[in-house]
């Protein structure tokens, strides 16, 4: 079993809808939450990060984890064709070194 | 300011160049990081210093020689390469190698032919 399983997509939606973006995860060591967002052939941007189980609130963009069923996610509302890109969920252990884990990514397609 | 900065964008090398990729932040942090990433894959970890001393080498070819010059910067210098060794190379830095949320480059990319 993968560390950290997110589904690869790809996803199509029409713009304006609500997208729902999730990674599973099975080390409960880890404890540190984040979200990139990396376009074709650039680097990873770093869109949310957070530590705690709940809700964080970004403009259009919502994290959300919880710890309990090990599964976090990324909200995006009114989702624009601007939105097109790979989104990549990363954890970092509690402690020590960080050591990031990346999900493999999914790709998100919002069409117009 | 969160840039972190890559040149060149793009190289392309044959197997017996030596060249080298460079990275540069000036956010203060102290921890810099080097990850190779191809295709519809995540990145993949190489190397991480912290305070300007190697703290991390996953296993990586001694074709791939990473330096810190000083806290800012940041070369990975190349060596013999193999067509395999083409992806985008991406440098991170964080504030500290712990639990810091890192910041990406734009990333280089890299041919060998």
């Known amino acids: 079993q993968k560390e950290v399983e997110q589904d690869p997509g790809p996803l199509s939606v029409p713009e304006g809808a609500i997208v729902s973006l999730n990674c599973t995860y099975s080390?409960?060591?880890?404890?540190?939450f984040m979200w990139y967002r990396q376009y074709s052939r650039k680097g990873p941007e770093l869109l949310m990060y957070?530590?705690?189980?709940g809700n964080k609130e970004d403009g259009r963009f919502t994290a959300q984890v919880d710890k309990s069923s090990k599964y976090i996610s990324l909200f995006i509302r009114d989702s624009q064709p601007s939105d097109s890109a790979t989104y990549l969920c990363a954890i970092v252990n509690s402690g020590g070194y960080q050591k990031v884990t990346f999900g493999i990514g999914t790709k998100l397609q919002v069409i117009p | 300011d969160t840039e972190v900065t890559q040149t060149p964008k793009h190289l392309v090398m044959g197997m017996t160049n030596k060249k080298s990729l460079k990275c540069e932040q000036h956010?203060?942090?102290?921890?810099m990081y080097w990850y190779k990433q191809k295709a519809k894959k995540p990145p993949e970890l190489m190397f991480v210093?912290?305070?300007?001393?190697?703290?991390i080498n996953e296993s990586v070819p001694s074709r791939f020689s990473p330096e810190c010059p000083n806290s800012s910067l940041l070369n990975l210098h190349l060596h013999a390469l193999q067509p395999e060794d083409s992806a985008l190379y991406l440098c991170a830095s964080s504030l500290t190698s712990l639990q810091e949320t890192q910041y990406f480059g734009p990333g280089t990319r890299l041919l060998v032919l």
């Open positions: 957070t530590y705690s189980s």
């Open positions: 080390n409960s060591a880890f404890q540190y």
């Open positions: 210093y912290s305070y300007e001393k190697l703290s």
């Open positions: 956010m203060g942090h102290r921890a």
